[in-house]
């Protein structure tokens, strides 16, 4: 229990003020990771159907779920993705340079521009959804996107010598990511069958490929490197719903 409720403090701005961890405790509030999307997921689904029975334009309404996912999350990932966008897009950075910026609180140019685009498009793709799959993809998107830093974490170093999400990868092993694996196949089939598993295996290529680039860059992963793949994720599995769906 002590488990999921840091995956919920982390990635969530529930005030749960656990204390009392360990290594191997952070290590399987991994697990949980999924299980946290899942929440957050049939939160945007059951806002969805509220406020479409209620009339609201579809469009006020996506506009509405991406802001309360900002809010429930306290708007960390999008800062990792701004950071990022800073490091990565300014241009010819050495390693030392990249990390530097990345620990810079304040944002750039390229990284007000990433927020605004990864906004756009979130906003631009639940428009073009059917109404028929989008609660599925509202949930699929929390939970796969999640589930993505797990398998990242456990497939790339950390490239600072210290960082918060550093501490939840010290214990990470093989048996964590199985038991997340499995959580998360359980919930993408149960939620849209084998086309569940199809945008999982798409995100999961997605995901490697990104941050296979971003380790070459800076030596591996970081907080605000996992943020931005969450951030991504999230548009590449509406994407890849949309698709889906349409063929």
Same mark, same amino acid.
């Given at each position: 229990m002590s488990s999921?409720?840091?995956? /919920?403090?982390? *990635?969530?701005v529930l005030p749960l003020k656990v204390k009392q961890?360990?290594?191997?405790?952070?290590?399987?509030? !991994? +697990?949980?990771?999924?299980?946290?999307?899942?929440?957050?997921?049939?939160?945007?689904?059951? /806002?969805?159907? *509220?406020?479409?029975?209620?009339?609201i334009l579809p469009a006020v309404i996506n506009i509405i779920l991406v802001i309360? !996912? +900002?809010?429930?999350?306290?708007?960390?990932?999008?800062?990792g993705l701004s950071d990022t966008a800073d490091a990565? *897009?300014?241009?010819?950075k050495g390693?030392?340079?990249?990390?530097?910026?990345?620990h810079d609180p304040h944002i750039g140019v390229m990284g007000v521009l990433s927020l605004i685009s990864i906004i756009l498009l979130k906003i631009g793709l639940l428009s073009s959804m059917s109404v028929i799959v989008k609660p599925a993809a509202l949930i699929l998107m929390c939970i796969l996107s999640r589930w993505a830093v797990v398998m990242v974490m456990y497939l790339f170093p950390y490239a600072r010598q210290e960082g918060k999400a550093k501490l939840f990868m010290q214990g990470l092993?093989?048996?964590?990511l199985l038991a997340s694996l499995i959580i998360v196949l359980v919930f993408s089939f149960s939620i849209w069958g084998l086309k569940g598993w199809l945008v999982l295996l798409v995100i999961s290529g997605c995901a490697y490929l990104i941050n296979l680039a971003i380790a070459?860059?800076?030596?591996?992963?970081?907080?605000?490197?996992?943020?931005?793949t969450i951030e991504i994720m999230e548009v590449v599995i509406l994407l890849t719903v949309c698709i889906t769906h349409k063929v």
């Open positions: 999921f409720l840091l995956a /919920l403090q982390f *990635l969530t961890f360990n290594e191997e405790r952070m290590a399987w509030a !991994l +697990v949980f990771f999924p299980v946290v999307g899942l929440f957050l997921g049939l939160i945007l689904a059951g /806002l969805n159907t *509220l406020f479409s029975g209620l009339g309360t !996912l +900002v809010i429930l999350t306290g708007g960390l990932h999008m800062d990565f *897009l300014s241009g010819g390693k030392e340079e990249m990390l530097k910026i990345m092993n093989l048996k964590v070459k860059k800076i030596g591996g992963v970081t907080g605000d490197t996992l943020g931005a």
